[in-house]
T-cell receptor
Framework: DAGVTQSPTHLIKTRGQHVTLRCSPI?????VSWYQQVLGQGPQFIFQ???????GRGNFPDRFSARQFPNYSSELNVNALLLGDSALYLC??????????????FGEGSRLTVL | GQQLNQSPQSMFIQEGEDVSMNCTSS?????WLWYKQDPGEGPVLLIA?????ELTSNGRLTAQFGITRKDSFLNISASIPSDVGIYFC???????????FGDGTTLTVKP
């Protein structure tokens, strides 16, 4: 079975540009969460989506937005990129509410470098 | 906001030794999880704990959910070279989709 897949794996942008990152969850998983991991730190929660609705948001500016599609895949969008947005962006899927949703399954991440 | 203090920050051990690392929080969590992350990859779930006082094993790994719900520890017995990596604890409150992560313990195992 395929795990969580993310694309692109690596990308380089310049300040002020916009980026879209994509995630496909494990088949049967209805919840997708996004995390930002800066080098040397643990992942930080950005968003959680379940059944196409935002169910949680971390302490990130409005430049960050996301959505979930009917097939449960998800996009993370970041506008007006700053140098500090350089990080590994991780997508995690889980079964969804009502289950042991604590068990998150992560993709390999999208490494974003902002120059 | 919620913060997790994970210690030690790094460990250098000899193959065959046992390892212990822990995580503490100022907030109560409903779930504690332990992940391992290898370079260039996403974290992989090792153990999930759902009840205060719960002690759970997964092979050579053992983890416990603290009675106060504010701490957890992970033990690795008889370490092997493939145990090398960064170990993260994570806690969850009422929103199971939101995990708060520690900053990791980097484990190096010398053959």
């Amino acid at each position: 079975d395929a795990g969580v897949t993310q694309s692109p794996t690596h990308l380089i942008k310049t300040r002020g540009q916009h980026v879209t990152l994509r995630c496909s969850p494990i088949s049967g998983h209805k919840s997708v969460s996004w995390y930002q991991q800066v080098l040397g730190q643990g992942p930080q929660f950005i968003f959680q989506y379940y059944e196409k609705e935002e169910r949680g948001r971390g302490n990130f500016p409005d430049r960050f937005s996301a959505r979930q599609f009917p097939n449960y895949s998800s996009e993370l969008n970041v506008n007006a990129l700053l140098l500090g947005d350089s990080a590994l962006y991780l997508c995690a899927s889980s079964l969804g509410q009502g289950f042991n949703t604590g068990e998150l399954f992560f993709g390999e991440g999208s490494r974003l470098t902002v120059l | 906001g919620q913060q997790l203090n994970q210690s030690p920050q790094s460990m250098f051990i000899q193959e065959g030794e046992d390892v212990s690392m822990n995580c503490t929080s100022s907030s109560i969590f409903n779930t504690w999880l332990w992940y391992k992350q290898d370079p260039g990859e996403g974290p992989v779930l090792l153990i999930a704990l759902y009840k205060a006082g719960e002690l759970t094993s997964n092979g050579r790994l053992t983890a416990q959910f603290g009675i106060t719900r504010k701490d957890s520890f992970l033990n690795i017995s008889a370490s092997i070279p493939s145990d090398v990596g960064i170990y993260f604890c994570a806690g969850q409150g009422t929103n199971a989709g939101k995990s708060t992560f520690g900053d990791g313990t980097t484990l190096t195992v010398k053959p």
